[in-house]
């Protein structure tokens, strides 16, 4: 794939700690609206890659552009006001909040926020009413409405990752970047996360980079892969080509 049909691509992003090249002149293009998967063993380099796309990390070398922009080297904030937005392994929403005051808290830009507009509620209102009808169209989405009241501590761990979604979704995201959604939740949970992430692309037109190591789930939903070992991108191609990969067989299987 070429960077001309590219939300994100990197070319070459480099990233070093010490001695160790952890990230090793990666290439790579995720598509506008399609969910692109990162595969790779325990320590490959993965979640570093993403940290440094996303500007955890600052890169040693090469670059990373989204939608157009080069965003190489700019800190995690300014990645996440363009649009480009990522979750964690294991979600930390809060906990005494309700889901929907967890959507509410993503938000940005509220008015009400800033000194000279926060005691005039004229001001503001129409802006929150909105954000809470947004919510809730999200929450709709997910599946999660009938739990709009409830703490999230109460909800099990899927749930919890959808809130995690929910609340990137209400920040305007562009691009999702996921690292191991389906982490620690039973085959049905996982599938349907999967089934709420192919409807997030096809209804809201929403790109994915996603990371995830449960293959048996995760293949049957993307669209396009990379398998990395060692800090290399060592195979791309169709889930079902991927998969097949000699290469990468070998990687998970030895040999």
């Known amino acids: 794939m070429t960077s001309e049909n590219s939300i994100l691509y990197t070319d070459k992003l480099t990233k070093r700690f010490g001695g160790l090249i ?3 002149e990666v290439s790579i293009t995720a598509r506008k609206g ?8 325990n320590g490959c ?4 890659f993403v940290n440094t796309v996303t500007g955890y990390y600052k890169p040693d070398g090469g670059r990373a552009v989204f939608e157009g922009d080069d965003i190489t080297g700019l800190p995690l904030h300014k990645t996440y006001e363009k649009g480009l937005v990522r979750t964690f392994q294991i979600p930390s929403p809060f906990l005494r909040l309700s889901v929907l005051e967890n959507l509410l808290i993503a938000s940005r830009g509220h008015p009400g926020e800033m000194f000279t507009k926060h005691i005039f509620k004229s001001s503001w209102k129409k802006f929150e009413d909105e954000k809470i009808d947004r919510a809730f169209d999200i929450m709709k989405t997910l599946g999660l409405e009938r739990y709009w009241d409830k703490e999230a501590a109460s909800l099990d761990a899927g749930a919890l990752k959808l ?15 996921l690292d191991e959604p389906i ?21 809201m037109k929403l790109s994915f980079l996603i990371i995830e190591h ?3 789930i995760a293949l049957k939903y993307v669209d396009f892969v990379y398998a990395m070992h060692q800090g290399r991108i060592i195979s791309e191609g169709a889930p079902e080509e ?14």
């Not at 380099?45 to 570093?48: H, I, R, S, V």
Request: proline share 3%; hydrophobic share 45%.
């Open 163 to 177: 809130i995690e979604i929910g609340r990137a979704l209400m920040s305007d995201a562009k691009m999702l970047v």
């Open 22 to 24: 952890a990230v090793n």
């Open 242 to 255: 991927v998969s097949r990969d000699e290469n990468v067989r070998k990687v998970y299987i030895g040999g």
């Open 34 to 41: 399609l969910i692109t998967l990162l595969i790779g063993p």
């Open 183 to 203: 982490a620690g939740v039973n085959p049905k949970l996982a599938h349907n996360i999967f089934s709420h992430i192919v409807k997030l692309r096809d209804e």
């Open 214 to 216: 449960r293959l048996d």
């Open 45 to 48: 380099g993965k979640t570093t």
